[in-house]
């Protein structure tokens, strides 16, 4: 089974504002990744308490917790870009 992934985390404001529009963004991508055959995969910070309650109402359940490693250098998030 193929996996798909949406992030969020660029957005946290408009959906912390816009509740609604949350859930309805996070359900139309499960029924697109549905549709196409690909299970839909709920990733976030555990602090971050309204993602993980959008999860919960839209059915994820906590399968793992996965180690993060970041890196961040003078001039911020380093994304691998040049």
Same mark, same amino acid.
């Given at each position: 089974?193929?996996?798909? #992934?949406?992030? %969020?985390?660029?957005?946290? %404001? =408009? #959906?912390?504002?816009?509740?609604? =529009?949350?859930? =309805?963004? %996070? +359900? %139309? #991508?499960?029924?697109? $990744? =549905?549709?196409?055959?690909?299970r839909p995969v709920w990733? $976030?910070?555990?602090? /971050? ?6 999860? +919960?109402? @839209?059915? #994820? ?8 490693? @970041?890196?961040?250098d003078e001039e911020g998030? /380093?994304?691998?870009?040049?």
């Open positions: 089974m193929q996996i798909s #992934f949406f992030c %969020a985390s660029p957005w946290p %404001a =408009l #959906f912390q504002a816009h509740r609604e =529009l949350a859930y =309805l963004t %996070a +359900r %139309a #991508f499960m029924d697109a $990744c =549905l549709s196409c055959g690909l990733g $976030c910070w555990p602090e /971050n308490e309204p993602s993980v309650r959008l999860a +919960r109402k @839209l059915g #994820f359940q906590l399968d793992c917790e996965q180690p993060v490693c @970041l890196w961040v998030w /380093n994304r691998g870009e040049d």
